[in-house]
């Protein structure tokens, strides 16, 4: 899960720093406000990558998502990249579970001295 789930926060970290250019330069509120929230955005992006498996990691990103849609009322583009991006984070986070729920198996399987199909292992030779 979290290989994906960082994945999808590096491609918004650059969604938001380009939607803040555009914000820059379209709406009426001053660099120093674009550049603050867009900031502290694009620095949670990057602290989530580190912190996805934790408690709250899942919760947290799904708070960003629904910033990231909120931006649309200053960047209108930014309801659909939102919205993909929201898409994006749930299947990183369901398919995530599923991939680290298979490795678990696969684990359990090699450590009891099974193979992969049950069976025993082939002699190394």
Sequence with gaps: ??????STLIGEFFVIGFAGLVAMQTSDLSKATVWTVCGIAMLLCVLLCGMITRRGGVELGWALQIGLIVSGFVVPTMFFLGACFAALWWAS?????????????FAAQADSGGGPEGGPEPDAA
């Design 93 to 105: 986070v369901h398919y995530g579970r599923k991939i680290d729920e298979a490795k678990a198996r």
């Design 1 to 6: 899960m979290r290989t994906l789930c960082a």
